[in-house]
């Protein structure tokens, strides 16, 4: 199994020296810094997730990988994801060719419909168009992806009548539907022959199982090749199991109790967030736990690609980037060998 691995963030806003929070501008230039590292370890992928409340500093993903494009040689890099039902699929399109074209191809775009809604007022879309407005604007973007020449029309948005968007880029750029789960999302990113980014969030990876058949029967019902199936999940990794699940603890808990209060959940016990550890969904440990946890999930799943959301809460810019680089000198070389294939890039 060829299984590339990536990292991803949210630029979740992280702690000063002084114990405060760090400012907005600073974060994204620590993610900055933590995309030059992860490129230097020879990770094959970066993505950086869009959002647009207080304790998230990125709200334009493409802007902030166009700075690390700049910086970087050869990772490939992208939205974890980009929220389309808020944004429109044209400009969505142009800005991340333009990326391609300054990253030399090494672009690509996840759509979503994101976790989050507070995307949705603030550029003016009803909460219940939710699914119309995704529905609409990923069969534009998919018709953007295959036609230079576009004519489609529907409810959400002008019509186009044979126009050419721009710029072209050199190759179909590439582009990933996120699915958080549901059956209607996994046939929909296959009835469009886009490969499936499963974002998994909570419980044992096994539970999706049912979601890969059902993406990768469509494929086969139709007579065409399925697409790739990749995961997103969050993680940290330190030097021992013990030292990463104390020092991830105390900011997992805050992120996860600060957004639960939003959402009506009540607040995570350490017995939960053990329990996540051991058998959910959290890839938290030393070096070789947390390579034998994507081993076991990418095996049962029959992955593509792996990408750990390395910061939760937060956690100190310094203890994001050891934990990078652990993952990308220690993890990434233990993923290949138990997997018998080779590393599909160098380090530099």
């Not at 990434?332 to 080779?342: D, I, K, S």
Request: net charge negative; glycine share 10%.
């Amino acid at each position: 199994m060829a299984l590339e691995l990536g990292l991803g963030t949210f630029g979740d806003v992280s702690t000063g020296a002084d114990g405060g929070p760090v400012s907005h501008g600073q974060v994204i230039r620590d993610v900055i810094e933590e995309a030059v590292l992860a490129d230097r370890l020879g990770v094959d992928h970066f993505g950086i997730g869009e959002h647009h409340r207080a304790d998230f500093a990125v709200s334009a993903p493409e802007v902030v990988l166009a700075a690390i494009a700049a910086r970087t040689r050869q990772i490939r890099l992208g939205s974890a994801v980009t929220v389309l039902s808020s944004d429109d699929p044209v400009r969505v399109f142009q800005r991340f060719t333009t990326l391609d074209a300054i990253s030399s191809g090494r672009a690509e775009v996840i759509l979503g419909r994101g976790s989050f809604i507070e995307s949705f007022p603030l550029f003016g879309h009803e909460l219940g168009d939710y699914e119309r407005l995704f529905e609409e604007k990923l069969d534009l973007f998919a018709t953007l992806l295959r036609q230079d020449i576009v004519t489609w029309s529907g409810t959400v948005r002008a019509p186009l009548n044979r126009q050419t968007v721009y710029p072209r880029p050199d190759r179909m750029l590439s582009t990933w539907v996120g699915v958080g789960g549901s059956p209607q999302s996994v046939v929909r990113a296959a009835r469009h022959e886009l490969p499936m980014m499963l974002g998994i969030i909570g419980g044992e990876a096994r539970r999706f199982v049912p979601h890969v058949e059902l993406y990768r029967r469509v494929f086969a019902q139709s007579g065409r090749p399925a697409q790739p199936v990749g995961v997103q999940s969050q993680g940290y990794v330190a030097e021992t199991d013990a030292r990463a699940r104390d020092e991830l603890w105390p900011d997992f808990r805050q992120m996860r109790d600060r957004i639960g209060a939003e959402r009506g959940w009540p607040p995570m016990s350490r017995d939960e967030f053990e329990q996540e550890v051991d058998q959910g969904s959290l890839y938290v440990g030393a070096p070789d736990t947390v390579a034998r946890k994507i081993v076991a999930t990418a095996t049962v799943l029959g992955l593509s690609r792996f990408d750990l959301k390395y910061c939760s809460g937060p956690m100190p810019h310094e203890r994001l980037l050891r934990g990078i680089e652990l993952y990308g000198s220690a993890v990434l070389p233990m993923v290949r060998e138990m997997l018998g294939t080779p590393r599909l890039r160098a380090a530099s």
